[in-house]
């Protein structure tokens, strides 16, 4: 994933979600490394919200 990331960044690669884009994990990952990044209304993103991310808020 990391060297995907890298290229997608390298070649100047923007990233789009369309309204029935439903993303998690890694997905979002890949759509954040994009040169420019645009998204529908709609759109589903997931994230992890561990307990390290709580310990960080909490802050």
């Known amino acids: ?3 995907l ?3 997608v960044r390298k070649q100047g690669l923007n990233t789009k979600l369309l ?3 439903n993303i998690n994990s890694g997905a979002v990952d890949l ?4 040169v420019e990044r645009t998204m529908e209304r709609g759109v589903h993103i997931g994230i ?3 307990q390290h991310l709580l310990m960080v ?3």
């Not at 759509?31 to 994009?34: I, K, M, Q």
């Open 19 to 21: 309204s029935f884009s």
């Open 48 to 50: 992890r919200f561990t």
């Open 57 to 59: 808020l909490k802050r």
């Open 31 to 34: 759509f954040l490394v994009g």
């Open 5 to 7: 990331a890298y290229y």
């Open 1 to 3: 994933m990391i060297k």
